[in-house]
């Protein structure tokens, strides 16, 4: 049949390069679902509201989970977008004076602003289970390592001593920050944009409250411009995407790090690894980098939403189609990325012998060293900081005798004169001690760390209950909708 949608006020059919050009047809596969969900929900409130007769309702509807059974390929790909050649399926079957009908008070702007936010939202919730089930993993790791020492580092720089358990919450305390981010913007996309029709409403006695409770949005965009119009919903997610990508990318390249012949302080699983075609002796860390690239492109999806939606006058313009593929390029990367992370994590070869033996070197004692000299003979920091300073010059292991003849020269006494004994400086120079001494909130002592840990345990508890609620609130709507729909069509 003709083309339902340009019969009317045009003739001239647009050229493959234009239709290619103008199409979303390949994008909409991300939406099929989501279609076929708020066709359905605005046909049963069209036939609450008296809109259209039972009989119309019961076809359209059975039409719609025919289409939605024979699946996206089915469609007429020369239509240029999803809703255009749904609605045009439909037509064929059950034939336009009831299929026809479905459409009334309704506009492909808030069809597709739905059906993104439906979508949208079916991933956040994904990307909630696999943050979770990293964070997971992290801080599972971290409570078998909560008395690895390895060396911490600042400018990359060997630092002080610390754990790998503390090293690890340190990125599990980032993701989850994440998680949250990604909550808080599952609250601003859980809203429903149906009945804006394109743009000014609808003369139609829609019921707006209706369907958004059978799409199972927590709450209407009321404002029917606004509706149809904003888009900050996305950009909103890219820049959570990018936040987490970025986060995941600096893990990325720890591991890149860490398993370089110089560090070599973990060895990733083969699966996540790759070789060179020209030198057989290679193992290259190529998932971690790709972690790190994919960062690139989640920042780069943000920046390309900004600038579509940056000047675009009210209400709907077609520039927006062109920034819907963006939102999912994103969130299928900052999705990927979090599953492979977490397997990255889960089976590394943790070399505990080398995170020992690095722990001290680069005398990474040294401000232990100086905060002992403070407590045992009541010098100021500075002066026992400048004392640890020449020594460490010196690169020498700090003997008593140096320490004093040092002493003497910055401060004019030694500070043995001053109670400062063999087994003070050599405790100070125990990276296990300086661990141990490291109790205060959110240090590294094991100690703390189990207290910590503790406390992220009960928060992942509460996190899984969350995400748990989520999903039941999602699925029980959607079961509501099919019942709904399944009485409908009977009748
Ligand atoms: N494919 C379009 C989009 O993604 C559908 C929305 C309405 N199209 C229109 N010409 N008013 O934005």
Not at 173 to 187: E, K, M, T
Not at 339 to 357: C, F, N, P, S, W
Not at 479 to 486: I, K
Request: charged residues 25%; contains cysteine; glycine residues 6%.
């Amino acid at each position: 049949m003709s083309n339902i949608l340009r019969r009317g006020r045009l003739e001239a059919a647009p050229d493959k390069e234009i239709l290619h050009y103008t199409s979303s047809m390949e994008a909409d596969r991300w939406i099929f679902n989501a279609d076929i969900a708020v066709d359905l929900a605005h046909t049963v409130m069209l036939r609450e509201q008296g809109i259209i007769k039972e009989e119309d309702c019961g076809k359209i509807l059975s039409g719609l989970l025919k289409i939605r059974e024979e699946g996206m390929e089915k469609l007429d790909f020369s239509y240029e977008d999803i809703h255009i050649s749904l609605e045009s399926r439909l037509i064929d079957m059950v034939g336009e004076d009831v299929g026809g009908r479905m459409h009334s008070g309704r506009s492909r702007n808030d069809e597709v602003a739905t059906c993104i936010r439906l979508t949208l939202r079916e991933e956040l919730t994904g990307l909630l289970e696999e943050l979770f089930a990293l964070r997971k993993t992290l801080v599972t790791l971290a409570g078998k390592h909560t008395e690895t020492l390895m060396p911490g580092f600042t400018h990359l720089q060997h630092a002080q001593p610390t754990t790998l358990a503390h090293h690890l919450c340190a990125h599990e305390a980032a993701l989850g920050r994440d998680f949250d981010r990604v909550q808080d913007a599952f609250s601003r996309v859980n809203l429903c944009p149906l009945g804006a029709a394109a743009f000014a409403s609808t003369g139609f006695n829609l019921n707006r409250k209706r369907t958004q409770e059978l799409l199972g949005f927590d709450g209407l965009l009321e404002n029917s411009m606004d509706a149809v119009s904003s888009r900050d919903f996305l950009i909103e997610c890219a820049s959570v995407f990018s936040n987490l990508m970025i986060n995941l990318s600096r893990m990325a390249e720890e591991l890149v790090i860490w398993s370089s012949s110089e560090f070599n302080f973990i060895e990733l699983d083969d699966m996540y690894a790759s070789t060179s075609s020209i030198m057989p002796q290679k193992k290259n860390p190529d998932t971690a980098e790709l972690m790190r690239g994919k960062t690139g492109v989640a920042v780069g999806t943000l920046m390309s939403l900004l600038t579509i939606c940056k000047g675009l006058p009210l209400s709907y313009n077609r520039d927006l189609q062109e920034a819907t593929p963006n939102i999912w390029r994103s969130v299928e990367n900052s999705r990927a990325s979090a599953r492979v992370m977490e397997g990255m994590v889960r089976t590394m070869k943790i070399h505990k012998d080398v995170l020992a033996a690095q722990s001290t070197t680069g005398f990474t004692t040294a401000t232990e060293l100086a905060d002992t000299f403070v407590r045992e003979t009541g010098i100021p920091f500075r002066t026992a900081h400048q004392i640890v300073g020449i020594l460490a010059k010196e690169m020498e292991k700090p003997t008593m005798e140096k320490i004093d003849s040092v002493a003497e020269v910055v401060l004019g006494e030694s500070l043995s004169s001053r109670g400062l004994t063999e087994k003070m400086v050599k405790e100070a120079l125990d990276p296990v001690s300086n661990i141990t001494r490291r109790k205060i909130a959110g240090g590294p002592a094991p100690e703390e760390m189990q207290h910590y840990l503790g406390k992220r345990q009960t928060e992942l508890e509460l996190n899984e209950q969350e995400i748990a609620t989520l999903k039941d609130s999602i699925d029980s709507a959607f079961e509501n909708l099919l019942a709904v729909v399944e009485e409908y069509r009977k009748a």
